[in-house]
Each structure stands twice: as structure tokens, then as C-alpha cells.
């Protein structure tokens, strides 16, 4: 069996709670609003990774 349809079944199941699924689309948007301002060019440079030289 697929493992991604015992995971669907468990779902339908016993699905998440309220809070469980608030926080995922809490995080998912805080992903969204970093990408969209990095996209718009509003991030700033201090907050930008370089690369390590090896």
C-alpha cells in the first residue's frame, strides 16, 4: 500500500485540530509575506546570507 493513502485515511479519521491547522496556515503565510517582500526587493541587504568561501 501507499503510504500516502494510510496517512489520508488516519486524516479522515481522526482529523487535526483547530489549532494544529491554524498554526500550518500561520506559518505557511509567514512564509508568503517573506517571499513577497523579498520579491518586491524591500528585503534588507543585513538580513541577506552570503556565501562561505571554502
Not at 2 to 12: S, T, V
Not at 14 to 25: D, E, F, G, T
Amino acid at each position: 500500500m501507499n503510504r500516502w493513502f494510510l496517512k489520508m485515511a488516519r486524516w479522515a479519521h481522526r482529523p487535526p485540530s483547530a489549532r494544529q491547522v491554524r498554526i500550518v496556515l500561520v506559518v505557511i503565510a509567514a512564509c508568503l509575506i517573506v517571499f513577497g517582500i523579498e520579491w518586491l526587493g524591500l528585503w534588507p541587504d543585513w538580513a541577506t546570507a552570503e556565501r562561505m568561501r571554502r
